[in-house]
Structure formats: structure tokens, C-alpha cells
């Protein structure tokens, strides 16, 4: 049965965990493996590491660093970045990552997406699109946000499903650690059209929020970052976490 999720989602740039605000000015955080033992003690629900790296400069994702962060973390843990074959997601799997988040090369290959479920299972397969408004409308972007794409946000969504995956991660470019809340209008206008497991990512606020975000809208994955890992306005590194009665409270477990 599907429940609600409370993931810490942060950025992986020149090796080490990084937070940005709308994908520019980041706040280093520290060592990957030294941020997996602390959330380890948390009992995140999931982490979700993203390497802007590989993605913007198209690299391989670095095996090394996957595998030793896998090897620490207790938690579930989802990665993305520079997956573009077969080969980079059973690597990535076999280092012992629960779930391949693909995104540039799930929108302009769709059938990698297929692939990649045949592999892995969908339960294994997330699909990430970064997402900017302009207007009324909702574009996606790759590359870190750098490079818009020509097609329309439903038709991405509509390939992701068809094509087999098990979860779609929607990142809002605009409210990326900016502390202002999710967006509403975005999360209805995409869950009321697709019935498969969202994640949002981008605005997270804090927990009171996000208990009106579900209250209001039903079981989703929430994810954050800057309240995860930085504190106050000058954003000093705290790595934190709800405990465990208050993210069962959030959650909705009895």
C-alpha cells in the first residue's frame, strides 16, 4: 500500500553535497559519507542524491562515490545523474541504490526509460523533470536548468507513464531552496491527470506545511532540502530531520 514519503533530496557538485537556490548559488554542506551516517541516525525515509556534475557537463556518474555511499547508507536511496545506458544503471543498482532517477535522457529517449524498467523493475525506475513557470504554463529544463525543452509538461509526464515508470520526481526550479512552500497549483494540476507515485521537490517550508500539503492532497512523496541541512538566513550547515513521532504524525502512520 502506498504511504506517504518525507525524503531529503540534495545535490552531489565536485564531490561533495552541495544546497542551491533556483539551481544557482550553492551552500556547500560537507562529505557525502559524513551526511549519510548522520541521516542514517535520523532513519530518513529516503535520500535522493542528484550529481549536477554529470548531468550539465554529461560525465559518467562516478561508480566510486555511488558505491561508497550506498555501502553507508541504511536509508533508501535513489541517485541521478549522467545515467544514459544500461550499463550506468545495473552499475548503479549492483552498488546497492534502491532507485535510477533518469531525467535528460528519459525526455529525449523515452525507450531508455522502458529499458531501464525491464532491468530493474519500475519500482526501481523514477523519472526527474525540472520544471520553471512562465505565466500560466509549466516548462521543463535539463542540464541544471539550463537548457529548455520543446514539449509540453503533460506530454512528458504522458511519456514517462507509457514507457514504464514507477515514480515521477518533479522539481520546481523556482522555489528550489527558497523556503516559500510547494506549489500547489502545480502538484493538482499534475496528480489530478496521472495516477502513479509523485514526488515534489522545491519550496519545502517546514512540517506544518507540509501537513496541509497532504491533508489537501493525499498521499505524495514530499522531499526537501535547505530545511534539511541549513539553518536560519545564513544558512549555516545543520543537518536535521523530523523524529520519529513528529514524521509519523506527518505521514499519517498509525
Not at 132 to 158: C, E, F, R
Not at 244 to 250: A, P, S, W, Y
Request: charged share 25%; with cysteine; hydrophobic share 35%.
Amino acid at each position: 500500500m502506498l504511504r506517504s514519503r518525507l525524503s531529503v533530496f540534495l545535490m552531489i557538485h565536485k564531490g561533495n553535497l552541495y544546497k542551491s537556490e533556483n539551481f544557482k548559488d550553492y551552500t556547500y554542506i560537507g562529505d557525502p559519507i559524513n551526511a549519510v551516517r548522520i541521516y542514517n541516525e535520523f532513519e530518513v525515509d529516503e535520500l535522493i542524491l542528484v550529481d549536477v556534475d554529470a548531468s550539465v557537463l554529461e560525465k559518467d556518474p562516478k561508480f566510486d562515490l555511488i558505491g561508497k555511499v550506498a555501502s553507508e547508507s541504511r536509508m533508501p536511496l535513489c541517485y541521478g545523474g549522467g545515467v544514459k545506458n544500461l550499463f550506468h544503471v545495473e552499475n548503479i543498482i549492483n552498488s546497492g541504490v534502491e532507485k535510477i532517477s533518469l531525467s535528460s535522457e528519459a525526455i529525449y529517449n523515452p525507450d531508455f526509460i522502458k529499458s531501464t524498467s525491464n532491468l530493474v523493475g519500475s519500482q526501481s525506475t523514477s523519472c526527474c523533470v525540472d520544471i520553471k513557470k512562465a505565466g500560466n504554463n509549466y516548462s521543463a529544463y535539463t542540464h541544471n536548468g539550463t537548457k529548455k525543452v520543446n514539449m509540453k509538461l503533460k506530454d512528458i509526464l504522458d511519456s514517462f507513464v507509457e514507457n514504464g515508470a514507477g515514480e515521477i520526481i518533479i522539481n520546481n526550479i523556482d522555489r528550489d531552496g527558497t523556503l516559500l512552500g510547494f506549489d500547489q497549483e502545480l502538484i493538482k494540476e499534475t496528480i489530478d491527470e496521472f495516477d502513479i507515485p509523485f514526488t515534489f521537490v522545491g519550496g519545502a517550508k517546514n512540517l506544518e506545511n507540509n501537513y496541509e500539503i497532504l491533508k489537501q492532497f493525499g498521499v505524495l512523496g514530499l522531499a526537501g532540502g535547505r530545511i534539511f541541512s541549513l539553518y536560519g538566513d545564513r544558512k549555516s550547515v545543520l543537518l536535521n530531520y523530523p523524529e520519529i513521532t513528529e514524521r509519523d504524525k506527518f505521514l499519517k502512520i498509525k
